[in-house]
């Protein structure tokens, strides 16, 4: 809608609930127009965070036997409905070589009467299957012993070093790139590209100096877990570069929610999938997590099914932001120019714009107060003292002060009030 005189776009007319928040102080809009991103964080961490990890339960185990399965699936039967899918092995390295790449949980020889497990490769995983397959085991005849084929180090005893690392790169990436969204709107593909790749080399060489050198978390790795985390922090942050072209400033709900709240729970760090409910369970297939520390554990320990998945997983996330960036800035540019054409505004805008003007007054006000007058030109000027008198006398005029809207000038009431006794006294002194 345009003006036919100027031919300039009218400004529509805001509801009621635009213009009574128009009116609040430009601090406090813009304090409540952020307020959503603490309800959203506490929302999510309880519907993602405390409803996966509140009571992790074994669901289809893959359990491992080298030899016939029928008379163990029959005694798991009985010691523990559904908790174990039994896969048969013809050999014992077979048998090991899949407890090490993950495939199954653990894996029994009954001739040996041993139960192999890695817990490198899941800590949780080591230390529970055993206790729920004994009981069947000890109902065969067999008193089962435990091999540990990958044990964790001394500097590594529960196996988090990997979630947490896991943790850092995928927060380090979504924060470069989101901060990108909110603030790099004008910035070419080739600048935001350049921002994600740097600043994926510097995160990443800081985490792995501080995880190995400087904590001692790690030993050794450095050069494969730096190019790892570099990977993976720049498809991180290209595909949240991608999609800040649509969710605009609030670009940290969809990078928070893919890339901290689903994959976090889902990535088996804390839990394998076994242990998770629906749909973490089926989301370790596809979150950055699980590509992330199966990496890791590969490089670490020398255990999971190796980096073609990852390397996968991190491709594709790095082509889907790739794909989105470059459909993106069309569609943000459509939606300026709409948004133009309608003279619409947002209520951040708006509040912007007020918070500026306000802070405008107020530094002019804090000048005039110290004897100085700022010009158009911006240059600052004394006042002569014999005008000083008028300009304290101008600006020192009693305010109402208001709980929301605050002083005539936007200042607090005990600033109000110090800088009408502070007034006085000059009156009083000349």
Known sequence: MTSPASNTPLKPEVNAYRRWYSSLHPSLQLIGLQLWLPLFFIVAFCLCYVAAFHAPHAHDVPVGIVGSAEQFDAALAGTAPGVIDVQSFTTVDDAKNA???????VAVDPASSTIFKASAHQYQVAALVPVIVTPALQSLGITPSTVDLAPLPPYDEYGTVSMYLMLAWCIGGYMVAMFIGLMGAPLRHRSRMAV?????????????????PVVGAVEGHFGALFLIAWGWIVAVGLAVNGLSYFAGRFIAVPAMVIFVFLSMPSSGAAYPSWFMPEPFAWLNNVVVGSGITEMLKRELYGVGP????????????AAVGLVLMFVGKPYLEWRRVRRVLSGRTTMFA?????????????????????GLLRTETGTIHTIPVDERQSVNGDIDEPTAPGMFLGTTGGLEPEQASARAHGSGGTHDEQ
């Open 306 to 317: 190796g980096f073609s998945r990852g390397i996968i997983m991190m491709v594709a996330y």
């Open 350 to 370: 708006d509040a912007n714009n007020a918070n500026r003007e306000f802070l405008t007054r107020e530094r002019d006000e804090i000048l005039e107060r110290h």
């Open 99 to 105: 407890v090490l790449s993950g495939r199954v949980a």
């Open 196 to 212: 994600i790749v740097v600043g994926g080399a510097l995160i990443s060489l800081i985490t792995n100096v501080l995880a190995g």
